[in-house]
């Protein structure tokens, strides 16, 4: 399941919240810090396509590599 990041509008305080995708646009919670409705934000790949197949900074073979 992806993980989407969620960020009050009031406050600035930020949590990563793991849905299924067809729950992502419904699902609503409150800040803890002050209580506001807390919106989701757009969040970076977890792999980029690059040259045609696809690359994970997760998974470097040597430091500096892709």
Do not use: Q
């Not at 995708?21 to 803890?32: A, F, I, L, Q």
């Amino acid at each position: 399941m992806p993980r989407y990041r969620f960020v009050c509008s009031e406050c600035e305080e930020e949590r990563e919240v793991t849905l299924p995708v067809e729950c992502r646009d419904e699902w609503t919670d409150k800040c803890t810090c002050c209580g506001e409705f807390i919106e989701r934000r757009p969040t970076v790949p977890m792999a980029v396509l690059w040259d045609g197949k696809f690359h994970s900074p997760w998974n470097k073979k040597e430091e500096g590599e892709w």
